[in-house]
């Protein structure tokens, strides 16, 4: 059984900048391609970025490119957005998702394992 917990949401002004943090346990789960997608107030979930289970492969929604950077560190069992350059328009809770087959990048809403969310606020 894989688990994903994330962290590291909050309230920061708009130019601000947060890290979310999505810690990974569980078999195999290295072996796991992961994401990060997000739910703003009111709409429906949207892809925010992905990385295949290499890392060899990142990609990103359009309106994060140049201001989200994914990571993952396996030995630690950690996978990271670092967000940059905020505004309010990426308000939304946040989910950390992962599977052994699905393409996250292209069906990430059929990923098998999905943390809890953290919810990220960005004022004016």
């Known amino acids: 059984q894989v688990q994903l917990v994330e962290s590291g949401g909050g309230l920061v002004q708009a130019g601000g900048s947060l890290r979310l943090s999505c810690a990974t346990s569980g078999r195999d789960v290295s072996n796991y391609g992961v994401g990060w997608i997000r739910r703003g107030p009111g709409k429906e979930r949207e892809f925010v970025a992905a990385?295949?289970?290499?890392?060899?492969?990142?990609y990103y929604t359009d309106s994060v490119k140049g201001r989200f950077t994914l990571s993952r560190d396996k030995v630690k069992g950690m996978v990271y957005l670092q967000m940059n350059s905020l505004t309010p328009e990426d308000t939304a809770v946040y989910y950390c998702?992962?599977?052994?087959?699905?393409?996250?990048?292209?069906?990430?809403?059929?990923?098998?394992?999905w943390g809890q969310g953290t919810q990220v606020t960005v004022a004016t």
């Open positions: 990385m295949s289970w290499t890392g060899g492969q990142i």
């Open positions: 998702a992962a599977d052994l087959e699905v393409d996250v990048a292209k069906e990430w809403y059929q990923c098998d394992y």
